[in-house]
């Protein structure tokens, strides 16, 4: 697998803050690959405030999506209530890219994606940053990234070889390991992998890319309970948001609404992840 690393090493997939923002929290909420689907994000954003949640981060994909403007202002309006951090995910990248003009548009979407964020949403997408480590009083160290702690764009599911994470963590210095990007939630118990002992993927609040119970898909992590960590399927009107979905202008809709309520399922999403290893 460092053939398959050496590909993308170098690549700005690959570029990290010298510091990684560390906060404290007794019980964190982990959102991730939002893809701008407001009605799913205002569903896990109503439980999150009916709870004891201190911090919420969100692990990337946020604003990639039919929405980013109405999800941004939902987010802003959020960092008022609770503090949150926001980890750049490829999509998020790929926005300021593209708008920067570092990225040529290969699709439609991208160039409709480029001009349905405003200045104001770019901006929030530049304040994100590539990893978090978060202290979670009495559980640990918890490393926060989109695709691994070594590029936004790598796959990592609950059957990577155990040499694959030991390669993506090298240096990491964390008890739990969060990761986004295959929309897959699950929670792997790991041994010999550093300090390591679990790693988890929060889910898809707004596009699983898998069949199963239909609902957006977060965690949380906070000590007091048996187990520190809960992974949630919350349910959200999906019919609402297919509506609305059809009545936008994304060139991707359909393709959107198709997976929505079709997907492929959990061990199809793992084969193809894992035969890609890196995908943007
Ligand atoms: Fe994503």
Redesign the pocket.
């Known amino acids: 697998m460092t053939d398959a690393f050496a590909r993308v090493a170098g690549t700005r997939a690959t570029l990290r803050e010298a510091r990684i923002p560390r906060a404290t929290a007794t019980s964190v909420a982990l959102l991730s ?1 939002v ?1 701008a689907n407001v009605h799913a994000l205002r569903a896990v954003l109503d439980e999150i405030d009916r709870s004891s949640v201190d911090l919420v981060v969100l692990a990337g ?1 946020t604003t990639w999506g039919t929405f980013p403007t109405e999800t941004v202002m939902m987010l802003r309006d959020l960092q008022r209530r609770i503090p949150t951090m926001l980890v750049r ?1 490829n ?1 998020d990248r790929a926005v300021v890219e593209l708008t920067d003009g570092l990225r040529q548009p290969e699709t439609d979407r991208d160039t409709w994606m480029r001009d349905r964020h405003s200045t104001a949403d770019v901006d929030f997408l530049r304040d994100a940053v590539f990893q978090v480590d978060v202290d979670v009083a009495g559980v640990g160290r918890i490393r926060i990234c989109h695709g691994s702690p070594r590029a936004d764009i790598e796959a990592l599911t609950p059957r990577t070889p155990l040499a694959r994470i030991a390669a993506a963590v090298d240096g990491v210095e964390a008890d739990i390991l969060v990761t ?2 295959t ?1 897959l939630q699950f929670d792997r118990a790991l041994a010999g992998v550093g300090r390591l002992t679990r790693h988890i993927n929060p889910g ?1 609040v707004g ?1 699983p890319y898998h069949a199963g119970e239909p609902g957006a898909r977060w965690a949380r992590i906070g000590s007091g309970a048996a187990d520190p960590l809960q992974l949630f399927i919350t349910a959200y009107d999906l019919d609402a948001h297919l509506a609305a979905l059809a009545d936008s202008d994304d060139p991707a809709r359909d393709r959107i609404s198709q997976l929505l309520r079709v997907a492929p399922t959990p061990d199809e999403l793992i084969e193809h992840a894992e035969a890609l290893v890196f995908s943007d």
Do not use: E, F
């Open positions: 690959d893809h994909d995910g999509a986004g990007h929309h898809s596009l």
